[in-house]
């Protein structure tokens, strides 16, 4: 028992959290120790016991997988996390690698990826399932230009925005000028080159900005 790696699955539909761990558990010296629908189970869990590998989605109910990722690692250095995810978009694969992660895998790979994906990030390398490789191969014009950041203020009031809140409205909530507002929102739409705030709240979603 000693020599078993354990493992845990984070993702929010129960149907695809019974898969994998049934899937692990027939691996040689592999076990699921743990399986959560949320970020903050996970990281109870952590606080209280050891984990060799995390299996995450990117989309969580309390929390994306990017920023998780960041806090499992701050928590548990030791802990490896592979991202499992549908999402396909270059920079969301690139934005997990750099808060840690060594892995990311589609949910459309095969039982043979996902085994072979674990066992390389337990030699110490990054795994990658197929098409996932073929994807950061291939960076877009928005990956050379580099990854948006938004400060604070400005996921604020893009919250805001999202929930369809008026400058004046925006303004009276966060004890600013409807300027400074505006101001932020047009700092936001040229960060991401969009032209409107319904381009930026789209483009932002799909970035996982807000």
Do not use: W
């Not at 016991?49 to 928590?75: F, H, S, T, W, Y």
């Amino acid at each position: 028992m000693n020599n078993m790696i354990r493992l845990a699955v984070v993702d929010d539909h129960p149907i695809v959290i019974q898969g994998i761990v049934s899937l692990i558990n027939n691996f040689d010296n592999m076990m699921v120790t743990g399986s959560f629908q949320t970020g903050n189970e996970l990281i109870s869990f952590l606080e209280n016991n050891k984990l060799d590998i995390v299996l995450l989605d990117i989309m969580l109910p309390d929390i994306n997988g990017i920023e998780l990722c960041a806090q499992v690692k701050r928590l548990s250095p030791s802990t490896a996390v592979i991202a499992i995810s549908n999402h396909t978009e270059r920079s969301i694969i690139m934005q997990i690698l750099q808060n840690g992660a060594c892995g990311y895998i589609l949910k459309n790979a095969s039982v043979e990826e996902l085994k072979n994906c674990i066992e390389t990030v337990l030699n110490g390398e990054l795994a990658f399932s197929k098409e996932v490789i073929e994807i950061i191969a291939k960076p877009s014009v928005n990956d050379l230009k580099g990854r948006a950041k938004f400060t604070k203020r400005e996921k604020e009031i893009l919250l805001l925005i999202a929930q369809g809140k008026t400058t004046a409205s925006i303004a009276d909530e966060l004890f600013l000028s409807p300027l400074t507002v505006e101001t932020h929102r047009r700092n936001m739409m040229q960060k991401l080159d969009v032209k409107n705030s319904i381009e930026l709240i789209n483009l932002a979603t799909e970035q996982l900005l807000i």
